[in-house]
C-alpha cells in the first residue's frame, strides 16, 4: 500500500469534487457473474483519474482495472446500497453507490491512517540489518561500519497530542490559528488528533510554535 503522506495528498482532491453536488456510480452484473459494469454519473475524468491513481495503489494485480478496483472498494462500503434483482427479463444484480467522491475521500483517510499505523509497527519492530559477507581467506576481517541512526520519517504519539490540546486549551488558541504558526494545514492537525500519527517536519513545527522542541512533546508526563 502507499505511504501515508500519497492518501494525505489524494483526499483533499477527492473531496474537493464533492462540492457542490456529488457523484453517484451505478454498478450491475449477469446474477452468478462476478463481471461488474460501472457507470459514474455525471461523468467526471477528473475523478476517474483520482481513483485509477488511488485503485493502482492498492491492487495487487496487473491485469486488474484500477478504475474497478477503487470503484468496488466503495461499492463494499457499509453506506453502499443493497443489491436488487428485476422481478422481469434477465436475471441482473444491480446498485447504486451515492456520493462517490466523498466516499473516496472517507477511504482515503482510512488508508492513511492504516499506512501511519504500519509505520509505527515498523518503527517499534525494525528489521535487523544485513550482515557483512565474509572476508576472503588472504584478506582481514572488516568491521561492520556502526549505521547512523536517522530519525523516522512519521511519528505515533498520544502524549504529544495531549500536550498540544493543553497548550491550546490554556492559551485559548483556534485550531487554524495554531495550523498557521505550526506551518501545517487544519486537516493534518485533525488528523493528528484523531490517530496520533504525524510527519517529522510537522511535529517540528507544532513544536516550535508551542515554543518547545519535538522530543520534548514525545516525553512521557
Same mark, same amino acid.
Given at each position: =500500500?502507499? $505511504?501515508?503522506?500519497?492518501?494525505?495528498?489524494?483526499?483533499?482532491?477527492?473531496?474537493?469534487?464533492?462540492?457542490?453536488?456529488?457523484?453517484?456510480?451505478?454498478?450491475?452484473?449477469?446474477?452468478?457473474? $462476478?463481471?461488474? *459494469?460501472?457507470?459514474?454519473?455525471?461523468?467526471?475524468?477528473? !475523478?476517474?483519474? +483520482?481513483?485509477?491513481?488511488?485503485?493502482?495503489?492498492?491492487?495487487?494485480?496487473?491485469?486488474?482495472?484500477?478504475?474497478?478496483?477503487?470503484?468496488? +472498494?466503495?461499492?463494499?462500503?457499509?453506506?453502499?446500497?443493497?443489491?436488487?434483482?428485476?422481478?422481469?427479463?434477465?436475471?441482473?444484480?444491480?446498485?447504486?453507490?451515492?456520493?462517490?467522491?466523498?466516499?473516496?475521500?472517507?477511504?482515503?483517510?482510512?488508508?492513511? #491512517?492504516?499506512?501511519?499505523?504500519?509505520?509505527?509497527?515498523?518503527?517499534?519492530?525494525?528489521?535487523?540489518?544485513?550482515?557483512?559477507?565474509?572476508?576472503?581467506?588472504?584478506?582481514?576481517? /572488516?568491521?561492520?561500519?556502526?549505521?547512523?541512526?536517522?530519525?523516522?520519517?512519521?511519528? *505515533?504519539?498520544?502524549?504529544? /497530542?495531549?500536550? =498540544?490540546?493543553? %497548550?491550546?486549551?490554556?492559551?485559548?488558541?483556534?485550531? %487554524?490559528? !495554531?495550523?498557521?504558526?505550526?506551518?501545517? *494545514?487544519?486537516? #493534518? +492537525?485533525? *488528523? %493528528?488528533?484523531?490517530?496520533?500519527? /504525524?510527519?517529522?517536519?510537522?511535529? $517540528?513545527?507544532?513544536?516550535? &510554535? =508551542?515554543?518547545?522542541? &519535538?522530543? $520534548? +512533546?514525545?516525553?512521557?508526563?
Amino acid at each position: =500500500m502507499a $505511504d501515508p503522506k500519497f492518501w494525505h495528498d489524494l483526499e483533499p482532491q477527492f473531496r474537493e469534487l464533492s462540492s457542490p453536488f456529488d457523484l453517484r456510480a451505478d454498478w450491475s452484473y449477469p446474477f452468478g457473474s $462476478d463481471r461488474v *459494469t460501472w457507470h459514474i454519473a455525471p461523468r467526471s475524468s477528473r !475523478f476517474e483519474n +483520482l481513483a485509477r491513481r488511488a485503485g493502482a495503489a492498492v491492487s495487487n494485480s496487473a491485469d486488474a482495472d484500477s478504475l474497478e478496483v477503487w470503484l468496488s +472498494l466503495l461499492k463494499g462500503a457499509p453506506s453502499a446500497p443493497y443489491p436488487a434483482i428485476q422481478d422481469k427479463g434477465p436475471p441482473i444484480v444491480f446498485g447504486t453507490v451515492s456520493g462517490i467522491c466523498e466516499a473516496s475521500a472517507n477511504l482515503c483517510m482510512e488508508f492513511e #491512517t492504516k499506512a501511519l499505523e504500519a509505520e509505527r509497527r515498523r518503527q517499534l519492530n525494525p528489521m535487523e540489518p544485513a550482515r557483512p559477507e565474509a572476508a576472503g581467506e588472504d584478506q582481514q576481517p /572488516v568491521a561492520a561500519p556502526t549505521p547512523h541512526k536517522r530519525k523516522p520519517s512519521s511519528i *505515533t504519539s498520544e502524549i504529544a /497530542v495531549r500536550k =498540544m490540546e493543553a %497548550f491550546l486549551g490554556s492559551h485559548h488558541i483556534k485550531w %487554524f490559528a !495554531f495550523a498557521k504558526s505550526a506551518k501545517t *494545514t487544519d486537516r #493534518t +492537525l485533525r *488528523t %493528528f488528533r484523531r490517530t496520533g500519527g /504525524v510527519s517529522r517536519d510537522t511535529l $517540528d513545527g507544532i513544536a516550535e &510554535a =508551542m515554543g518547545t522542541k &519535538a522530543d $520534548d +512533546l514525545l516525553k512521557p508526563e
